[in-house]
C-alpha cells in the first residue's frame, strides 16, 4: 500500500462550488504539505504544516484553506473554486529528522470548468 | 533571480548510455541541501536522491549520482546506463537553511528537464 495517498485522485467541477482534496500517510511523519503544479510553473506551496496544532501558509495560499485533522490526515478546501485553480495538486510529507526530503502522493488532477 | 535552474529543457540519450541532467542553484546559505525527483507520465513525483551541503562525498543511490560542485553551485544528476523506465521528467529541488531549522519546510523546485531514453 501507498505510504501517502489522495483522493480523490481526479476531480471535475463547476466554478463556484466548494471541493475538498484529502492525503492521508502511514510513513508516521510530523510534516505535511500541499503543492500545485501547473505545466511550466514547476511545483508551488500552498500550505505546511508541522504538527496538528500548526498551519502555514506557502507561497500561493490565496482561494484555499486547510485542515489538519490528526497527524496522518491533511486536507485541502478550495471554498469557491476558480478555472485557474485548474491544476495537479499534490500531498507531501516529510519527517523533522534527514536531509529534509519530502515524499509525494500520487495526485490529484483537479478540473473547474 | 531564480534559485533553481534547470537549463535543459528536453534530453536524449541512447538506452544503456549515461547521461548528465544540469541543476544551478542560488543560495546564501551555507547549510542546504539538495534533492532530484522523477516525475514519469504517470504524474507522481518520486524522490530520487539528496546532498547536503556539508556531505563531502557525492550522494550515489543505484544507477544515480549527483555530482556536486560547490563552487560552482552545480548539483548535475547523473544517471548511468539509462534504462526506457527512465524516460519522465526531472526536477531539482532546495532546501535553504539547516534540515532541523524553520526553514527546512520550503523546497524550491526547479521547472524541469523531460528526458527521453530511446531505444
Known amino acids: 500500500d501507498a505510504d501517502v495517498t489522495q483522493t480523490p485522485r481526479n476531480r471535475i467541477t463547476k466554478t463556484g462550488k466548494r471541493i475538498m482534496l484529502e492525503c492521508s500517510q502511514t510513513?508516521?511523519?510530523?510534516?505535511m504539505y500541499w503543492y500545485r503544479q501547473d505545466p511550466g510553473l514547476g511545483l508551488r506551496l500552498i500550505y505546511y504544516?508541522?504538527?496538528?496544532?500548526?498551519?502555514n501558509k506557502g507561497e500561493i495560499s490565496d482561494g484555499y484553506s486547510v485542515s489538519r485533522q490528526a497527524q496522518a490526515k491533511f486536507s485541502l478546501s478550495l471554498e469557491s473554486a476558480i478555472p485557474n485553480q485548474t491544476a495537479l495538486y499534490f500531498c507531501?510529507?516529510?519527517?523533522?529528522?534527514?536531509?529534509?526530503?519530502?515524499?509525494f502522493g500520487p495526485g490529484t488532477r483537479l478540473t473547474v470548468t | 533571480a531564480q534559485k533553481i535552474t534547470q537549463t535543459q529543457p528536453g534530453m536524449f540519450v541512447q538506452e544503456k548510455e549515461a547521461v548528465t541532467l544540469d541543476c544551478t542553484y542560488d543560495?546564501?546559505?551555507?547549510?542546504?541541501?539538495l534533492f532530484w525527483y522523477k516525475q514519469p507520465s504517470s504524474g507522481e513525483m518520486i524522490f530520487l536522491i539528496y546532498?547536503?551541503?556539508?556531505?563531502?562525498q557525492n550522494a550515489t543511490e543505484g544507477r544515480y549520482s549527483l555530482n556536486f560542485q560547490k563552487a560552482r553551485k552545480s548539483a548535475n544528476l547523473v544517471i548511468s546506463a539509462s534504462q526506457l523506465g527512465d524516460s519522465a521528467m526531472y526536477f531539482c529541488a532546495m532546501r535553504e537553511g539547516p534540515a532541523s531549522g524553520a526553514g527546512s519546510y520550503q523546497l524550491t523546485f526547479g521547472k524541469g528537464t523531460k528526458l527521453s531514453v530511446i531505444p
Open positions: 510513513k508516521g511523519h510530523d510534516r
Open positions: 543560495t546564501s546559505d551555507q547549510s542546504y541541501g
Open positions: 507531501a510529507t516529510s519527517d523533522r529528522t534527514g536531509g529534509g526530503e519530502q515524499y
Open positions: 504544516s508541522f504538527d496538528v496544532k500548526d498551519i
Open positions: 546532498q547536503g551541503s556539508y556531505d563531502e
